[in-house]
């Protein structure tokens, strides 16, 4: 196992002041070294929402995970080589490990410090055939046709140039193989739309005060969804969200759709932001309030009324 440090010094967002590369390291680091400490704070952390609606939306099966999924029914066997892109703490390549998904691993992140953490847990789990590599996917080079399936969770939307992206892939992935990604495509920079707000402000303030304790801003009452300015947003993080909204039709573009399911997240998202651990879920009218967050969101999305902002999808690529 080995760790390559290739230009770090480079921009991750183009024609962005240098300062923004070492911010968005500092982020991904500080969150790889986190991950396993902090409570539910985001929508997707909660297992009762994963299991009962993002599970049953892309398996049918509460305990079949989209990587579960893509074993079954895309992969069915193990494969020789993969390419993790935004690879963090190392989860994606643990677990596939585990699954007997893939034997060799080339994972990129652009923080040196998530990479360093990378290699401490696959270490002690005494996993082999891992190459870690600490640089900006804009300067990443490998070989043409070596990887049988490419990966990426939740990585895509922080970056910015998709195009050369979906090249790379493209090139570096063998013929007839698969990008196969677990994805937020909502609004760029999280410029909430007018209906978006609307609604999740709406059910917010119908939750008891109880419920809308904030664990992030010091657990003060959240009485509101708002949409933060560019500016705010490229002070949170420069690289949140850059380009989400182009990444599927880029995607449509360079790759064939084999498969896609759009599992929601465009209320829950932001709306349960923060408050999840308010919920206690053994609680029957905790649990009612859930699962009626929940309906409301499928039945609008399924009603075309707000788009899904979450999707997984596997992509072929076609030469």
């Not at 680091?29 to 297992?47: C, I, K």
């Not at 007839?176 to 609307?198: A, M, V």
Request: net charge negative.
């Amino acid at each position: 196992m080995k760790i390559d440090v290739i230009n770090k010094e480079k921009n991750l967002l183009q024609q962005q002041p240098q300062s923004n590369i070492r911010k968005v390291e500092d982020i991904w680091g500080e969150f790889a070294r986190t991950r396993n400490q902090s409570a539910e704070l985001y929508w997707t952390d909660s297992n009762y929402i994963a299991n009962n609606y993002i599970n049953m939306s892309i398996s049918g099966n509460r305990d079949i995970n989209w990587l579960i999924d893509a074993l079954n029914n895309v992969l069915k066997q193990e494969v020789e080589w993969a390419l993790n892109l935004g690879c963090g703490d190392a989860s994606i390549e643990i677990y596939t490990k585990k699954m007997n998904m893939v034997k060799n691993f080339d994972s990129i992140d652009i923080s040196p410090e998530a990479v360093k953490i990378a290699i401490e847990k696959t270490s002690r789990e005494g996993l082999e055939g891992l190459n870690f590599i600490a640089c900006n996917i804009n300067d990443f080079k490998s070989t043409e046709n070596k990887y049988d399936v490419v990966f990426a969770a939740a990585s895509l939307h922080h970056f910015d140039n998709l195009k050369v992206l979906f090249e790379k892939v493209r090139t570096y992935l063998k013929n007839n193989c698969f990008f196969i990604f677990n994805e937020y495509i909502g609004p760029s920079q999280f410029q909430w739309t007018d209906r978006q707000l609307e609604i999740m402000n709406d059910i917010l303030k119908l939750l008891p005060e109880s419920l809308r304790i904030d664990h992030i801003q010091n657990k003060t009452i959240k009485d509101q969804v708002r949409r933060m300015s560019i500016q705010e947003m490229h002070q949170m993080d420069p690289s949140e969200a850059i380009c989400s909204a182009e990444i599927m039709p880029l995607v449509e573009k360079y790759f064939q759709i084999v498969k896609r399911v759009d599992y929601g997240g465009t209320l829950l998202f932001m709306l349960l932001h923060g408050i999840i651990p308010n919920f206690n879920l053994s609680d029957p009218k905790d649990k009612a309030i859930m699962d009626l967050i929940i309906l409301i969101e499928k039945k609008l999305i399924e009603c075309k009324v707000i788009p899904s902002n979450f999707t997984y999808v596997v992509a072929k690529n076609v030469k």
